[in-house]
């Protein structure tokens, strides 16, 4: 069996990482994973810690360990029950690990539990021996062990028909719940504690979870005030635990009896190992910022960062594009509080996703590749109410973007390369006295920053660029590259696909190379960057005038390129050949097709039968070894042309069908990651004659629970541009790119502040 892994634990350490509480983690040093499984309901993991004991996780969030359990379970139980004079009847709702049942039971009052939990998975008590072991019984059995007692009934189901079918029932009701995500979010809302309010007896009390003061204050404000409408008497209290987010959590206590005091115990409780009368009556006691606000609704929390300065933002920004690069860019951008950002996509929709929690942030709907009269107008009408428009929609759609911006006479800033069409409007745009920076992304952008760094110094010492080579490649981290092509899509599949067809150019040994697209992969060749990775390398677009882009006219050889792993290219090669990445559309390819009916009829096999469709893909490809040709036709049976399963046909031609495969079969999963790998080689001639191999080097992983590498490294610089250009760093009018000394310093400056940026070395 394999061992069991889980994305919330890398290098042997549990990370909780969530957008509840940003800008921080608890860690804990992993001894060894004991559980992992999905349930209907939620992500469930247990794992044995090195100084908490086993911990519970749901849903990548801590829900309690063998050594600070008892705060929580302790408190949420006690403030209710003792300070109500008489419960007999206790409903406890979530709470499935049974830490809360257990300390409702030293209650000698009590005589009778219902547990309500709405994840069976949690829950370990409805089993035989012969059933799957429960989680919590196996693995928390000081916690679950009473739930057999005969005091306590089980209700595994839903918790609010629960509810309603009980109503005058319960002297006290307990809701463990997780945090306000998802499906628990719904046991924050008023017609929840609307349920628990009718579902309670005359003088009842409710608990629930009510999160952390020093994180989700407001939240809490808005609880007391939902709480305080419905109920005579509503209180926040709290406990410490270490293992909760910022260690500290508190609950809604809630009373139908007007007058009563909840800080009040009105009888001990034994065997306790956190809860006493002296912290019963603390728990009410809470910090000044934090009763400031809940009780006269004064904020005294200190102002720091972005959130120290109020004064209205003076600058007006638009970002036209909902892409995976556009968030870190947005991100950037809205760091500085002069600027005011409005995210414009087709859908409201996207761009509202987009803008989430981003400060000075508004979404609007735009379309800025429709030929619509109402729609190119409503386009111009924004970008001249904007300083600048950043523009990351498909790069077929900059001209137009460009064009209104002329109009408006806004600034522009655009990730992509200065195509034949930009380049038209260059005398129009220095007319209307606006800057259109182009090219500053990762490649092209952090490449060029680094090639004019080295190439600057180079010159200044004396020395020549006799050779430069430039490879980039975004591409899967080594652990998730699970796939027969070692590549997984992070953007269009079809438009992936279709660069790998274009032609390419490039110096070698002064003399001009050009690929055709139908050759490209033939020409690819293993590429040394380091011994942890085994790299293809082709060349990419044309190169040849990048010598003179880059002022190096002494280069002899000159090219820049894509890096894949090895294998990549033959495979890709083998597609080519046999006919998949033709768009023609096809009048005989029909719904209702098997992928090997369709694979037969693109080769030309006899019959669809596998056998017979391998040899007949041996015979067009060529392959140069059995070994070779045996991992190819296995990873195009893994793609599913050779299976008898229907295939999805997209627009009636074979890339684009080929392409519905692929985006299921090869997008990134859950908790994996991507790499950027990005190296400048120059060979360098010095005065003396003597020579070096210069190499600037870029090697970053994505963040599983944030930003892709390519999307951080493509968005912050293009959002450094921004600010370059709104401070007026950048100003003279024209097409621009960071092709020379004077753009490219400043960004590369600001980009290494940001903790960015290769790493350089002479070998």
């Not at 139980?77 to 030293?106: F, N, Y």
């Not at 111009?380 to 109009?407: F, G, M, Q, R």
């Not at 274009?502 to 020409?523: F, H, I, R, T």
């Not at 392409?659 to 859950?670: D, F, G, I, R, S």
Request: charged share 20%; net charge negative; glycine share 8%.
């Amino acid at each position: 069996m394999a061992p069991l892994t889980h994305r919330s634990i890398k290098d042997g350490w549990f990370r909780e990482i969530s957008s509840q509480w940003p800008g921080q983690a608890m860690t804990l040093k992993v001894n060894r994973i004991l559980h992992v499984e999905k349930s209907l309901y939620q992500d469930v993991l247990v794992f044995e810690s090195e100084t908490y004991g086993n911990v519970l996780v749901l849903d990548g969030v801590i829900q309690c360990t063998e050594r600070d359990e008892f705060s929580y379970q302790e408190m949420i139980a006690h403030l209710p029950l003792a300070s109500h004079p008489d419960p007999k009847k206790v409903l406890v709702i979530g709470g499935g690990d049974g830490g809360v049942v257990r300390e409702v039971l030293k209650h000698d009052t009590v005589e009778q539990v219902v547990l309500c939990d709405i994840d069976e998975l949690t829950l370990l008590v409805l089993t035989s021996a012969k059933a799957v072991i429960r989680v919590s019984k196996q693995y928390l059995p000081h916690m679950s062990s009473l739930l057999n007692d005969p005091r306590v009934t089980v209700f595994v189901g839903d918790g609010f028909k629960f509810l309603a079918e009980n109503t005058s029932t319960y002297d006290v009701i307990i809701t463990d719940s997780s945090d306000p995500v998802g499906p628990a979010a719904s046991l924050f809302q008023k017609p929840y504690f609307e349920l628990l309010r009718d579902a309670l007896t005359p003088g009842g009390h409710i608990s629930t979870q009510g999160e952390c003061l020093w994180l989700h204050l407001s939240l809490i404000q808005d609880l007391l005030q939902t709480t305080r409408a419905l109920f005579p008497v509503a209180e926040y209290a709290f406990t410490t635990i270490p293992t909760y987010p910022s260690g500290q959590i508190g609950f809604m206590v809630c009373s139908k009896e007007p007058g009563r005091d909840l800080s009040k115990p009105l009888r001990t409780v034994p065997n306790t190992r956190y809860y006493n009368p002296e912290v019963h009556r603390a728990a009410f006691v809470l910090p000044e910022f934090g009763r400031a606000l809940l009780k006269e609704g004064k904020d005294v929390r200190p102002k720091f960062g972005p959130n120290a300065v109020s004064k209205t933002p003076t600058k007006k920004v638009l970002l036209l594009g909902s892409g995976a690069v556009a968030r870190p860019c947005a991100e950037y951008v809205v760091r500085n509080p002069d600027n005011a950002l409005t995210i414009a996509c087709r859908t409201l929709k996207s761009a509202q996703a987009l803008a989430s929690d981003l400060r000075n942030t508004t979404a609007v709907s735009l379309d800025a590749g429709s030929e619509d009269p109402t729609k190119q107008a409503a386009l111009e009408k924004a970008i001249a109410e904007h300083d600048l428009v950043i523009s990351l929609v498909p790069y077929t759609h900059h001209p137009n973007v460009i064009k209104a911006a002329i109009k408006g006479k806004t600034n522009v800033v655009t990730t992509s390369y200065i195509s034949p069409a930009i380049r038209e409007l260059e005398e129009e745009v220095k007319k209307a006295g606006i800057v259109v920076m182009n090219e500053i992304g990762l490649d092209p952008g952090v490449d060029h920053l680094y090639a004019i760094k080295i190439i600057e110094e180079v010159h200044a010492k004396g020395g020549k660029i006799k050779e430069f080579h430039s490879f980039c490649g975004g591409l899967p981290a080594p652990e998730c590259s699970d796939n027969p092509l070692g590549y997984k899509f992070s953007w269009s599949a079809r438009g992936a696909l279709l660069a790998l067809l274009n032609s390419a150019s490039y110096l070698a040994e002064g003399k001009q190379v050009d690929v055709p697209g139908k050759d490209l992969m033939s020409v690819a060749k293993p590429y040394y960057i380091s011994p942890a990775f085994a790299f293809v390398a082709y060349p990419n677009r044309n190169s040849v005038p990048f010598r003179e882009f880059y002022k190096i006219p002494e280069a002899e050889t000159v090219v820049r390129g894509t890096l894949r792993y090895q294998g990549f290219p033959e495979f890709v090669k083998a597609l080519v050949s046999l006919g998949w990445l033709d768009l023609e559309k096809k009048a005989w390819l029909k719904e209702g097709m098997t992928w090997a009916q369709i694979m037969q009829k693109t080769i030309g096999a006899s019959d669809a039968n596998e056998s017979t469709l391998v040899a007949r893909v041996k015979e067009l490809c060529q392959f140069p070894n059995e070994s070779e040709a045996r991992r190819i036709t296995s990873g195009l049976k893994w793609i599913g042309l050779f299976s008898n399963e229907q295939a999805t046909v997209r627009d009636g031609n074979l890339l684009d069908t080929l392409c519905a495969q692929l985006e299921t079969l090869m997008k990134y999963e859950e908790g994996e990651r991507d790499l950027v790998m990005l190296q400048h080689k120059f060979i360098v001639e010095w005065a003396n004659g003597s020579t070096d191999t210069i190499t600037s080097t870029l090697e970053a992983y994505g963040d599983p629970q944030g930003h892709s590498a390519m999307a951080l490294y493509v968005g912050v610089p293009c959002g450094i541009a921004v600010q370059l250009v709104l401070d007026g760093v950048f100003k003279t009018p024209g097409i621009l790119a960071p092709y020379s000394k004077e753009i490219c310093d400043p960004i590369r400056e600001v980009l290494e502040a940001q903790g960015l940026g290769l790493v350089e070395k002479v070998l």
